[in-house]
């Protein structure tokens, strides 16, 4: 399996994951997680300083994260879930949370994760928040670029339609704008519905190549 696919959607730690994800799920498809998300730049003296993400977990990832947790059915408290929230924040830190913001084309760097949690909602669906801090607070410059997602394309990433990225304590004149990616070419096309059946990897570069984008431009 996947070393990334092993760390974050098993990442609940419980060993009957493992069998109950091989029941239902066909071996290695991609993807194999869907994530709505929300995010925010964050910015301090007109400077960025990190980003804050509000990832929302399919049904059946939100299922299987909780096996074991709590009494059957209940509805699990922030509290006993912040373990599966700092699991997961420690695993991600390897792939730098999923997480590209660059400056002029250059890649910023991050510090470990903080302020993380897990709030599972009425209909039991899990939503991981966490705040990624830069390393070094960076002026904006003219653009700024935001992506979030998995090289591999074993989880999904996409922004929700409405509020996607917001600009919290930005300079005055920033503006913010969230784009799709293209369409792929039917090579593309073709390469990415293969791998749901041969259970091979699409390739690295399909995680970028599926990725939304918000791009922060400031005065």
């Given amino acids: 399996m996947n070393r990334t696919l092993r760390k974050l959607i098993l990442s ?5 994951c493992l069998g109950l994800l091989a029941l239902t799920v066909p071996a290695f498809a991609h993807p194999h997680v869907w994530v709505a998300m929300r995010s925010e730049v964050l910015f301090d003296d007109g400077k960025v300083v990190g980003v804050r993400h509000h990832w929302v977990f399919d049904e059946m990832y939100s299922s299987f994260a909780v096996t074991g947790v709590g009494a059957a059915g209940a509805q699990l408290s922030d509290e006993t879930l912040l373990p599966i929230a700092q699991t997961n924040v420690e695993q991600l830190e390897e792939y730098q949370y999923f997480t590209s913001i660059k400056m002029g084309g ?3 760097e991050f510090a470990p994760a903080k302020d993380y949690s897990i709030h599972q909602d009425e209909a039991k669906i899990l939503t991981l928040h966490f705040t990624v801090p830069l390393k070094a607070p960076v002026p904006v410059g003219k653009f700024l670029a935001l992506q979030i997602y998995d090289p591999s394309y074993f989880v ?3 922004f929700v339609k409405d509020e996607a990225v917001k600009l919290v304590n930005a300079p005055a004149g920033c503006s913010l704008s969230v784009s799709q990616p293209k369409a792929l070419e039917e090579t593309e096309t073709k390469k990415l519905n293969e791998s749901f059946f041969s259970g091979l990897s699409p390739g690295a570069d399909f995680g970028i190549k599926l990725a939304d984008r918000a791009i922060v431009a400031c005065p």
């Fill in 156 to 158: 999904a990433f996409s």
């Fill in 106 to 108: 250059k890649k910023l």
């Fill in 12 to 16: 609940c730690l419980i060993p009957s």
